[in-house]
């Protein structure tokens, strides 16, 4: 299947974007991986970049859990975590990537005896410096695992305050199925006396009931993937009249079997019906792409129009917890692309 002869490669690529749904972890290329694995003698799984390429083959979220958890304990200093963030700015930055919502996994490290302020400090050096020499803003969001205690979360959130300032939410991620939103009730309602928005994933594997409770009880701005929304038109119904942000990663969901194929997946469906959905690459090391293999894909096999295309990002553009006048300035320049490439 081509694309359409007026949405080419170098028309996505200049498209100002933005991106809400990356885990910071899961930009780590097996090239940087061997780097840092090097210079910190940590032995690694495979014996070359090309193995650990074709170890990249998931059955389902639990199976890319398992490589993606064992591939970050390369990482153990601050400028590995600085190292890491910087090559994802870069790479986002040469597809016109103008703001990024970034999530990192603390526990993942923490556990590891990885000091969450190295962690941070590391984000946040790469963050400062993304923005002021690549012009990328940034926003950082903390996840908690869920396949890990409510207790363990809280205490997590606990050795966050002394950074408060540096992340603008929390969310929740790893194992869905079995691991409901309601568990992380109290850890959220302290998140948000502490002024921190709130985002889950929810809809991935797990069924529709999981997004209902990440919106009553965790309190969420956004749905993270959410893509199983469709099969609950109240919850539908619920998602489009109070314009929640869907951040849906199309190659992510391919990978892990959620859809089939490109072809087969539901974001033109989830637009169709009103929905404020944007696209995103999650774990792009792993899945095939950033934003723009992203939008490529996802145009090719579901047909998206160039109207489609204008509406994604600038659904990510008004989802992001971005200040309202950045929003607008981002959202003009979107608008002045597409006039002037009509
Ligand atoms: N789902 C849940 N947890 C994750 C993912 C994902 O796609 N990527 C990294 N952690
Ligand atoms: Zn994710």
Avoid at 136 to 165: D, N
Wanted: aromatic content about 10%.
């Amino acid at each position: 299947m081509s694309s359409s002869p007026d949405i080419t490669k170098t028309f996505i690529q200049g498209i100002p974007k933005a991106e809400l749904h990356i885990h910071i972890e899961g930009s780590l290329e097996p090239e940087l991986m061997f780097e840092i694995a090097e210079r910190n003698g940590v032995s690694l799984p495979y014996s070359s970049v090309e193995e650990a390429r074709r170890a990249y083959n998931f059955s389902d979220l639990q199976s890319f859990l398992d490589i993606y958890y064992q591939s970050m304990q390369v990482l153990l200093h601050e400028q590995d975590f600085y190292d890491l963030t910087r090559a994802y700015l870069q790479r986002v930055s040469s597809q016109n990537v103008r703001h990024v919502e970034i999530f990192f996994d603390p526990q993942a490290h923490t556990d590891r005896g990885v000091p969450f302020e190295t962690v941070i400090t590391g984000i946040h050096r790469a963050l400062e410096d993304g923005e002021r020499q690549l012009s990328v803003s940034s926003k950082l969001i903390m996840c908690f695992l869920r396949h890990l205690s409510a207790e363990s979360a809280m205490e997590t959130l606990r050795s966050s305050l002394p950074f408060r300032e540096w992340i603008v939410g929390v969310g929740l991620d790893s194992s869905e199925v079995g691991h409901p939103p309601e568990d992380f009730k109290a850890v959220f309602d302290e998140a948000r006396e502490h002024g921190f928005l709130t985002v889950a994933h929810a809809g991935e594997e797990g069924s529709p009931e999981y997004i209902w409770q990440a919106l009553d009880d965790l309190k969420v701005s956004r749905i993270d993937h959410g893509v199983r929304c469709v099969e609950d038109p109240k919850l539908v119904e619920r998602l489009r009249e109070e314009r929640i942000p869907l951040t849906v990663c199309p190659l992510s969901n391919v990978k892990l079997r959620v859809f089939g194929s490109i072809e087969d997946h539901n974001l033109k469906q989830m637009l169709d019906l009103g929905l404020c959905a944007t696209m995103n690459s999650d774990d792009p090391a792993y899945f095939g792409g950033y934003m723009d293999e992203n939008f490529h894909a996802t145009q090719e096999g579901l047909h998206l129009t160039r109207g489609d295309i204008h509406r994604l990002v600038k659904n990510s553009f008004q989802a992001s917890f971005l200040d309202a006048e950045r929003k607008q300035l981002l959202s003009d320049e979107l608008d002045e692309y597409f006039a002037s490439h009509a």
